[in-house]
């Protein structure tokens, strides 16, 4: 079993509505949570960032994680076509302060808005 | 801004060829990575570096070596390539400390025929 486990999708919404993004895990360790957006042939980026439980959120996107659940989400509201890409959940543990800023990825899950 | 920047944005070598990629981040990150992303298997980590001249295997390091002489280089080599070395090649860097994220460069397509 994978420590990170992400729906790859393809998920195909209309422009406008709500995103659904999840990614459950098994490593309890597991603190700091991630997502990156992957736009076709570049890099990754850093979306959203949050530690431990809670939401957190940032315009149209909504990060929620839920340790006791091992399951974190991202909404993405009123979404765009500009928002089609490939989304990647990420996340890191504390091992004996030799993590070295390591991440375990999901495998991403490509998500397309049509107008 | 971070820039995280990587020598070739596309790449064709043949079978038995030694390939450099190379990486340079201009933001001090202590941390440098390199991973390869294949369609279904995700982004998966070759090798890592904490400081100059030190280096950690990642979750596949066969195949390949990894050399970090300055703090802002990361390179990725291939001793002699195979087909099954094409892939889409990613570097990241980050601060040292737990639980930061780590900024991508743009990738290498590398062909390996």
């Known amino acids: 079993q994978k420590e990170v486990e992400q729906d790859p999708g393809p998920l195909s919404v209309p422009e406008g509505a709500i995103v659904s993004l999840n990614c459950t895990y098994s490593n309890s360790a597991f603190q700091y949570f991630m997502w990156y957006r992957q736009y076709s042939r570049k890099g990754p980026e850093l979306l959203m960032y949050t530690y431990s439980s809670g939401n957190k959120e940032d315009g149209r996107f909504t990060a929620q994680v839920d340790k006791s659940s091992k399951y974190i989400s991202l909404f993405i509201r009123d979404s765009q076509p500009s928002d089609s890409a490939t989304y990647l959940c990420?996340?890191?543990?504390?091992?004996?302060?030799?993590?070295?800023?390591?991440?375990?990825f999901g495998q991403g899950t490509i998500l397309t808005v049509h107008p | 801004d971070v820039k995280v920047t990587q020598s070739s944005r596309y790449l064709v070598k043949r079978t038995g060829e030694k390939v450099f990629l190379e990486c340079v981040q201009d933001?001090?990150?202590?941390?440098m990575f390199w991973y390869r992303q294949d369609p279904g298997l995700g982004l998966r980590l070759i090798y890592f570096?904490?400081?100059?001249?030190?280096?950690e295997k990642g979750d596949i390091p066969e195949g390949y070596s990894v050399s970090r002489e300055k703090k802002e280089r990361f390179s990725l080599i291939l001793e002699s390539a195979s087909t099954n070395q094409t892939s889409m090649y990613l570097c990241?860097?980050?601060?040292?400390?737990?639980?930061?994220?780590?900024?991508f460069g743009p990738g290498t397509r590398l062909t390996v025929t």
């Open positions: 570096s904490y400081d100059v001249k030190m280096k």
């Open positions: 933001m001090d990150h202590e941390n």
């Open positions: 990420a996340m890191s543990a504390v091992a004996g302060g030799t993590s070295y800023g390591k991440l375990t």
């Open positions: 990241a860097s980050s601060f040292s400390g737990v639980g930061v994220g780590q900024y």
